[in-house]
């Protein structure tokens, strides 16, 4: 509803508890930056073997020299501080993760 509401295709008044989905939004969202800037992607090749570290989750801290994953040559370190974004289908890409930084705005 917040998203639709975002894009203007509904208004706040059409829905009612709309004031409870902002909550629980922010009740999951309250740890995590606002505005992130990307810094760093790791693609994969054909034939790397990639595989990442069990346990990480999207939006978890890491920092730099952090051992996030393994391929062929070996560990794939962090390569700077921020959070980790991994794509859902890392087997269908050449995506095997990527690190956001926050934006603080003064």
Known sequence: MLLLEA???ISEKSVRNMEEYRSYLKSYTQRLPVKTE???QHIIEEGDRFEM???YKNFQ?????????ADQDG???????GY????L????GDDG???IREITED
């Open 61 to 69: 801290p890491v920092k730099e020299g952090e051992w996030i994953a």
């Open 89 to 92: 289908y890392q087997d269908q």
């Open 97 to 99: 993760f990527f690190i």
């Open 7 to 9: 894009l203007c295709c």
């Open 84 to 87: 980790i974004l991994m794509p």
């Open 53 to 55: 570290q069990p346990g």
């Open 75 to 81: 560990k794939i370190l962090a390569q700077c501080d």
């Open 38 to 40: 990307l810094v760093y």
